[in-house]
C-alpha cells in the first residue's frame, strides 16, 4: 500500500494550516513553505475544500483554512477526500466481486486488517502530529 503524492501534498497543506489556527493562508505561501508546486496545491486546496476539510476565501485577502478544529481532522479523512475509502482487496469493499467471499477463509483476516489500518489512519489527528 502506498499514498499517492496528492495525499502526502494534502497532508502537508492541512499540516500547515492547522499551525495557522484561525488565519485565511493563500496558496502561494503554502506551497512555497510545503514545498509542493503552486498549481497542484491550487487543486489540492479546492479538492479538500469540495472535501470540507478546508474553507476558502476568494478575493485579495482570501485564501485558505481549516474548515474544523485540527484534533477533528485525522489522515483517514484526508485519504477519504484524495483517494477514496481504503480499499486493501476489493472483496473488503464489494462482497459481490467475488464468488468466494462467503466461504473464503482469507476473507475475513482482508477485513480485520483493512478496519485495523483505517482505525490507526483516524487516530492520527493534525493536532496530534503538531504538538508532537
Known amino acids: 500500500m502506498q499514498i499517492k503524492r496528492e495525499t502526502d501534498y494534502a497532508i502537508r497543506c492541512l499540516f500547515y ?9 493563500m496558496v502561494e505561501e503554502i506551497a512555497q513553505e510545503m514545498a509542493i508546486p503552486k498549481s497542484f ?17 476568494q478575493g485579495v485577502k482570501g485564501g485558505f483554512r481549516l474548515a474544523k478544529a485540527p484534533e477533528e481532522v485525522s ?5 477519504v477526500v484524495t483517494e477514496g ?11 459481490k466481486s467475488c464468488d468466494l467471499s462467503r466461504t473464503c477463509k482469507v ?6 486488517v483493512r ?16 504538538s508532537s
Open 85 to 95: 475509502p481504503l480499499a486493501l482487496n476489493i472483496c473488503t469493499e464489494d462482497r
Open 107 to 112: 476473507h475475513p483476516f482482508w477485513v480485520r
Open 17 to 25: 494550516l492547522a499551525g495557522r489556527e484561525d488565519d485565511l493562508v
Open 41 to 57: 496545491a491550487a487543486k489540492i486546496l479546492q479538492k479538500l475544500a469540495r472535501g470540507g476539510l478546508v474553507t476558502s476565501c
Open 115 to 130: 478496519q485495523e489500518v483505517e482505525e490507526v489512519f483516524r487516530r492520527v489527528t493534525f493536532e496530534r502530529i503538531r
Open 75 to 79: 489522515f483517514y479523512d484526508v485519504m
